[in-house]
């Protein structure tokens, strides 16, 4: 399983951005996506996850400001980032649990200026 991430984002405070995770190499349909961050010295953590069927949840951190889709058809998940804060930057990741394990994206840098 590969996971092509878009690639480094960043905004003012306040502002939107949109990420997109695209995979191969398994049946997108059926397994659920998510999203992490990480910033420096920190653990990575739970941002957003969507099941298979379209449920999704969030972070206590960016419920009501950011929202995750998936696209089955052309196999991507798009995370939508609204009402940024400087707190929000860091290394977002894509990931997925499939029957053979548990695969990451590459990475993408989102910087949000105050």
């Known amino acids: 399983v590969q996971l092509q991430a878009s690639g480094e984002a960043w905004c003012s405070l306040g502002g939107s951005l949109r990420l997109s995770c695209a995979a191969s190499?398994?049946?997108?349909?059926?397994?659920?996506m998510a999203w992490y961050r990480q910033g420096p010295g920190k653990q990575r953590e739970l941002v957003a996850h969507?099941?298979?069927?379209?449920?999704?949840t969030y972070a206590a951190s960016v419920k009501g400001r950011f929202t995750i889709s998936r696209d089955n058809a052309k196999s991507t998940v798009l995370p939508q980032m609204n009402n940024l804060k400087p707190e929000d930057t860091d290394v977002y990741y894509c990931?997925?649990?499939?029957?053979?394990?548990?695969?990451w994206g590459q990475g993408t840098l989102v910087t949000v200026s105050s």
């Open positions: 990931n997925t649990r499939t029957w053979a394990g548990v695969y």
């Open positions: 190499g398994s049946i997108f349909s059926l397994n659920d």
């Open positions: 969507i099941t298979t069927r379209g449920s999704t």
